[in-house]
């Protein structure tokens, strides 16, 4: 069955910097879109970015604004979301999801998320 482990989120100061991690098995990741979500508390989840199967198209959300980058390991079946340049507002528990397509809420299956602090 498909498993998602997030890890990577923490506290940081705004203008800092995190790395997120997505562990994913038993599906075939490397041919399986992916996405990032986050929630912050009373606030709907959303869509963050999303990248196909080879790594070759990725899309974002309009607030990105080129601060974060997607990206995934096919041999390491592993996806990231660096995050650059955070603001308060990108606090919110960032979540890996399994999806059809790139762009958009739409989703399969999702992890655990792991929390994002900015202040």
């Known amino acids: 069955h498909v498993q998602l482990v997030e890890s990577g989120g923490g506290s940081v100061q705004a203008g800092g910097s995190l790395r997120l991690s997505c562990a994913a098995s038993?599906?075939?990741?490397?041919?399986?879109?992916m996405k990032w979500f986050r929630q912050a508390p009373e606030k709907e989840f959303e869509w963050v970015a999303g990248?196909?199967?080879?790594?070759?198209?990725?899309n974002y959300g309009d607030f990105v604004k080129g601060r974060f980058t997607i990206s995934r390991d096919n041999a390491k079946n592993t996806l990231y979301l660096q995050l650059h340049s955070l603001k308060t507002e990108d606090t919110a528990m960032y979540f890996c999801?399994?999806?059809?397509?790139?762009?958009?809420?739409?989703?399969?299956?999702r992890g655990q998320g792991t929390q994002v602090t900015v202040s």
């Open positions: 999801a399994v999806s059809g397509d790139i762009t958009g809420r739409g989703y399969i299956a």
């Open positions: 038993g599906f075939g990741f490397g041919r399986t879109a």
């Open positions: 990248i196909s199967g080879r790594g070759t198209d990725t």
